[in-house]
């Protein structure tokens, strides 16, 4: 069964940082690309960044292009997001996402519940 | 960026009705697009795929069509557990873009 746990999310004030995890298990992780994708309360949902199987490849939203970091260690089945400089605009629930084949652009075939950051002072 | 709008932004419908979801792109994706059904407190589910693929496990009320900048969600028969948001997603692009949702509610 596929799992995918988010962690890390919390309260930060504006221009703070904050790391992300998202361990996963019940699939060959190296074999997919991840993402992560972002909730702000009342709103859609946001792509935020993309990861391939390998590591090799990432792809960022405009908006969080230059502060936000997207990491992976397939030895250890995780993946992370590093966030910087961040602002209230920020404030959302952070979740990851598996692609569901080969490419990296894939649409999400399972999704973690979600790990909430709040940007403010 | 493919700006992704849905409509309506809420659908009221019965049990047993047919409701139509739609979905357009401000630039042709292609038939790079999926849609999703999420409920509330709930991660959002794969419904669709290339745009008219069912993904794994999904009933076969749920129809997608389209191409290019025109796409519909189709369920053919609404059930209680059907009612939710839908969400859809170019991926035709970078960056990845989702539409704001369509809420289905009785």
């Known amino acids: 069964e596929v799992q995918l746990l988010d962690s890390g999310g919390g309260l930060v004030q504006p221009g703070g940082s904050l790391r992300l995890s998202c361990s996963a298990s019940g699939f060959t992780f190296s074999s997919y690309a991840m993402s992560w994708v972002r909730q702000a309360p009342g709103k859609g949902l946001e792509w935020v960044s993309v990861?391939?199987?390998?590591?090799?490849?990432?792809y960022y939203a405009d908006s969080m292009r230059g502060r936000f970091t997207i990491s992976r260690d397939n030895s250890k089945n995780t993946l992370y997001l590093e966030m910087n400089s961040l602002s209230a605009e920020d404030t959302a629930l952070y979740s990851c996402a598996k692609g569901f084949g080969g490419n990296i652009w894939d649409p999400f075939d399972f999704w973690g519940q979600g790990t909430p950051v709040t940007v403010s002072s | 960026e493919r700006v992704m709008t849905q409509s309506p932004a809420t659908l009221s419908v019965s049990p047993g009705e047919r409701a139509t979801l739609s979905c357009r792109a401000s630039?042709?994706?292609?038939?790079?697009l999926a849609w999703y059904q999420q409920k509330p407190g709930q991660a959002p589910r794969l419904l669709i795929y290339?745009?008219?693929t069912r993904a794994t496990g999904i009933p076969a009320r749920f129809g997608g069509s389209g191409s290019g900048t025109e796409f519909t969600l189709t369920i053919s028969s609404l059930q209680s557990e059907d009612f939710a948001i839908y969400h859809c997603q170019q991926y035709n692009m970078w960056p990845l873009t989702f539409g704001g949702g369509t809420r289905v509610e009785i």
């Open positions: 990861i391939s199987g390998s590591g090799t490849t990432t």
């Open positions: 630039q042709s994706v292609g038939t790079n």
């Open positions: 290339d745009a008219s």
